[in-house]
Every structure is written in C-alpha cells, then in structure tokens.
C-alpha cells in the first residue's frame, strides 16, 4: 500500500499532522498501536498559539465547546487544603474574560485566541474524529509500527496489524510523532541531550462529581499544596474529574494524599494511578533523509508551563506546509531543511523556558518548614517567607507568554535575515514584532474581522497603509514555481502602525518572511521563500 507520508503515532502531534497534511490534499495513514483513545490524563491546556493554530485549521470552536467552560476562572491557588484560607491566590481571567480582554485591545500584545483548558483524553478523540472526517486522511488504530527502510526514491514501514500479521506501507516521507520513547527516532540513531528522570511523581486520575461546586475557597484550575511532597490538584475539563500529583512511594498513598488535600468528606473513585518522571531533553536532529521527528520524540520537558505538547503542535504545523509544498512540486529543497533549523531552537528555547518555571516552582517548595502548618509564631513566619517567594517564583508557570508568542526563527535558509540581533526574547512577556520569522502579531481590521481570519493560504503579500508597490513581479517570481501566492491591501492605519512596514512577505504559516517598504529583487525573494 502506497500513499505520501506515513505519520506514526496519533498523540495530538500526530493528529494535528495528519489533519494539517489532510486539509491540504496531502495522502496520509495515521498509525497508532492503540487500539483506541484512552482516558488516561497527561496534558490539559492548549495554549494560546495553539487555539490560534486551531482556529486557522477550523477547530478551535469545537475544541472550546469540548473543554472546560469558558466562563470557568483559571486561578492558581498554594493551600494548606481546599478549605483553610489559601496562601496566595493567582488569579488568571476565565476563556470569557480573556476573549473580552482581545476584543478590547488592538496594539498586537494579545494573541487572538486565548488558551483553553482541554484534557488530553478529551482532545484526542475529538481531534481523530475531525482526520477521520478528512478524505485524504487513513487513520488506522490497532497497528504498530515496526520498522522502516528508506532510500533515496522513499520508505517503506513495517506494520503489525491487528490480526497480527506484518503489512509493508511505503511512502514518500515518514513521520514519527510516537512520544518520548520513539522507536523511530531510536532506529534513526538520534540521541536526546540533556536530564533525564530528574523527579519521579505519582499521578491519579480521580471522579469526584460534586467536589468543584463544593471548594469553599475559590474556583480554579491548579491548587498546589505547601507540603514536602510536590502535591499539586489539577481541575480537569469536566470539572468532575481531577489530578492529583505527588512524590510518594505507592499509589495507596495517592489515596490518602487526595484526602488530605481535599479536606472534606466527598464521595469519589480513583480511576487510574501511574508513576511518571520529569525529563528536559532535546534530540540531537529532528530528522534523517525522509524521515522527520517531531513532538515528544524530540523533546520532552517538564509540563511546569505547559509546553510539551504546544510546542510538538508547533512542530507539526511548520513540518506539514514543507511537506505538502514538497509534495505538491512547488516546494524546493531548502524547505525541509528548514524543519530542523527552525523548529529545533524551538525545542531548545522551550526546554530552557520549561527549565525556568520549574526552578521557579522548586524554589518555593524549598520554603516549606515542618512547623508550616503550626499556630505558632514560627509556623506563620514560614507561611509568609513562603508565599514571598511564591508570588514572583509561581508566576513563572503560569505567565509565560513571551515563550508561547514571541518565539521567532532565526537563521533559517528560508527566511530574509535582517540585520542586528532583533528585539530580546523573553519568556515572561510579548513585544509584538514583525522582524523575519517571527509570528505574525494579531490585530482587528477596521470591520472587526481579525487578520488571520482574511488571510489566505499560501504566500501572502500584505501591503499596508495603502501601499501601491507593484506585487506582479513578486507574483510571477512565485508563480514560476508553482507556489500559491497572493497580495492582500490592508487599508487601515492600525496594522501599519503595529507592523511597522508598508510590505510584509507571510508564509503558508503566517511566519513573516520578509518585510519592508519597498520589494526587493523579486526572483530572489521568491526563491529564498519556497527554499530553491
Ligand atoms: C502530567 C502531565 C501533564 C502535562 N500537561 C501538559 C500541558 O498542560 N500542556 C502541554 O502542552 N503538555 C503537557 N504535557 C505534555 C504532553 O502530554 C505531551 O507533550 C504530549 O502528549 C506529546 O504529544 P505527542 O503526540 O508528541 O506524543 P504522545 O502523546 O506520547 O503520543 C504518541 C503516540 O504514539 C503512539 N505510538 C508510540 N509508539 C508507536 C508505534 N511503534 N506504533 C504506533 N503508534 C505508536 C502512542 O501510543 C501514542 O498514542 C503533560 C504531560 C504530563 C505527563
């Protein structure tokens, strides 16, 4: 059986690959050795660049309607228990809130779509049911894959099957998405960099229907416990199941620890309990020849922050374009080389981010005092050094939007380096910019619409500010090779004033390739774009 690219594993990377590479015509089979979905917790928060991504894709409502309810606060609390006054309450604005904070602002700090708190087990079947929608899309649970072989012409991949018997699947490229202990990326040779099982916790899925509605002090999503053993609840997106963590030696324990954080006498059942460890591990490439790597399999960090599996969505929405442009004969070799160069720094930077939150997070651990929890003079001293170095250390979890927005892909054979460093990255704050590679910032057009929602697919010429510069040579550069290309007039004086140019250059991504005031040499902008 033949067909263009062969995706292993339909973890969210794998699934949004799929879809991706579906919706742009691109054949695809979807293995997963999985007989089905499970409902096993691991991540619960897209975050803001993903539920952006989600939208151009056209599922960010249906990612919403499935998660946790928008008008749902998303505060952090540090606790003693769920119901003596919290140490420190963080409060971060409901999806509702958030949405009315975009709407209200047009200076291209606010992303367009805020985050949206969505169990893994939630996200993935409802992202196999939309591949599974998609004609172009094979999706195929029950099948493990065994091998590969590839040569210059393509691969050839080896499948159990769920009878058992061993099928041969070829390919134009394979792609392997299958998590952090990645067969593919282990038959590659490509090693991981970096500390491995740095903690090992314990984390147990609970049901416990009323306990949401019955917090006394406050509705949020995280309630971290000021103890010696890292407990930490997660709220998950039913509000009716929860997740406990916490470095204790049985899941026995797990019960009692539920328990103790809780506080009250409630009605509920464990459904799932499992060990887990904290890696910061990058692999060395992303990739080998025509076969490509990408989410956990190349990186893996510490869910502090959330960055695991948005930065591996961020990987398969930049690797799906240079496949499908590749695929499609428009596309030259510099794109797939790309891949690497781009999205690597991407895994590394997000590793480094991951690294800071969880110092963070270690930091005011280390203030807990076994008199913590004493009437004592002593026992409030603790309390507050504790919540001192909490309210700057926790926020470095929770408040990582430069890491989220501003990443920006340099030194890529793709992209118009500028000259000088550009603006400082920094993972605690974003500073719109439109300096090559970077995300195109959001910004409300005059009628309301945002510009990513009139924006096409392929290249775009943006010209703003009523620009009149001649797109046809940059056109018919484009056109040569076969490379979708349009120009769209932004008349508004908005989006010029935040752009800072008169012409940008977008890419299918909507990752800025150029920009400036007057077009430069139209063959060699073009070929630079489409990687000839
Ligand atoms: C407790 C916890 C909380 C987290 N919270 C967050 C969060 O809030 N935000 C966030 O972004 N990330 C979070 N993460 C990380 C996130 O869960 C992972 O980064 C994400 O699952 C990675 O997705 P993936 O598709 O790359 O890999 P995986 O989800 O591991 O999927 C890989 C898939 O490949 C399949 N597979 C493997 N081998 C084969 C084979 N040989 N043949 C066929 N199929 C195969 C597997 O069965 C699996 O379905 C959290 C992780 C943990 C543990």
């Not at 946790?68 to 228990?81: E, G, K, L, N, Q």
């Not at 004609?135 to 159990?160: M, N, T």
């Not at 989006?495 to 150029?514: A, F, K, N, T």
Request: with cysteine; net charge neutral.
């Amino acid at each position: 059986m033949h067909t263009q690219v062969i995706i292993v594993g339909a973890g969210p990377v794998g699934l949004t690959l799929a879809i991706d590479l579906g919706r742009r015509g691109i054949r695809c089979i979807l293995l997963e050795q999985k007989e089905a979905p499970q409902f096993l917790p691991k991540m619960e928060r897209c975050n803001a660049r993903t539920m952006e991504i989600y939208r151009r894709i056209g599922i960010a409502q249906k990612i919403r309607d499935a998660g946790f309810p928008r008008d749902a606060p998303m505060d952090v609390f540090i606790i003693t228990s769920l119901i003596e006054p919290p140490l420190l309450r963080l409060p971060y604005p409901s999806v509702a809130e958030a949405q009315a904070d975009i709407a209200a602002h047009n200076d291209g700090t606010r992303p367009l779509e805020p985050y949206q708190l969505i169990s893994q087990y939630t996200l993935e079947p409802l992202l196999k049911s939309v591949a599974e929608s998609i004609p172009a899309i094979d999706v195929r649970y029950g099948h493990e894959f065994l091998s590969f072989d590839q040569d210059a012409g393509g691969v050839r991949a080896k499948v159990k099957k769920p009878d058992g018997s061993v099928a041969e699947f070829s390919a134009n490229y394979l792609v392997g998405c299958d998590g952090g202990t990645s067969n593919v990326r282990r038959q590659l040779g490509i090693k991981l960099q970096g500390e491995a099982n740095l903690l090992q916790l314990r984390q147990a899925l609970y049901r416990c229907d009323d306990l949401f509605e019955r917090i006394p002090i406050g509705k949020g999503r995280h309630y971290h416990v000021a103890d010696d053993k890292a407990t930490f609840l997660i709220v998950q997106d039913s509000t009716k199941h929860f997740t406990l963590h916490a470095v204790v030696d049985s899941d026995e324990e797990m019960k009692t620890q539920f328990e103790k954080t809780v506080a009250m006498p409630v009605k509920y059942e464990i459904l799932s309990c499992a060990p887990w460890r904290q890696n910061l591990l990058v692999a060395d490439n992303y990739g080998q020849g025509r076969v490509f790597l990408a989410g956990d399999a190349v990186h893996l960090v510490i869910p502090t922050g959330g960055l695991g599996m948005n930065s591996g969505v961020g990987d398969a929405i930049d690797l799906s374009w240079k496949l499908a442009a590749t695929l499609q004969g428009w596309g030259g070799p510099n794109l797939l080389t790309a891949y690497e160069i781009e999205r690597r720094q991407i895994g590394v930077r997000n590793v480094e981010a991951s690294r800071q939150a969880s110092r963070g997070r270690r930091a005011w651990r280390s203030m807990w005092r076994p008199e913590f929890c004493d009437k004592t003079r002593e026992g409030e001293a603790a309390r507050a050094a504790l919540v001192r170095v909490a309210d700057v250390e926790q926020r470095k979890s929770n408040e990582m939007i430069g890491a989220e927005l501003g990443y920006r892909y340099r030194g890529s054979p793709i992209l118009c380096e500028e000259p000088g460093d550009g603006p400082p990255d920094n993972f605690m704050a974003y500073e719109p910019t439109t300096w090559s590679g970077a995300r195109l910032p959001h910004v409300w057009l005059d009628n309301g619409t945002a510009i990513q929602d009139v924006i096409p697919d392929g290249y775009v010429l943006l010209r703003l500010g009523r620009s009149q510069a001649n797109a046809e040579p940059l056109k018919q550069a484009f056109v040569s090779y076969g490379a979708p290309f349009s120009t769209l007039d932004i008349a508004g004086e908005r989006p010029r004033e935040i752009y800072g140019y008169d012409l940008l250059l977008l890419r299918p991504d909507m990752h800025v390739v150029w920009r400036g005031n007057t077009l430069p040499n139209p063959a060699a902008l073009a070929r630079t774009a489409t990687g000839h």
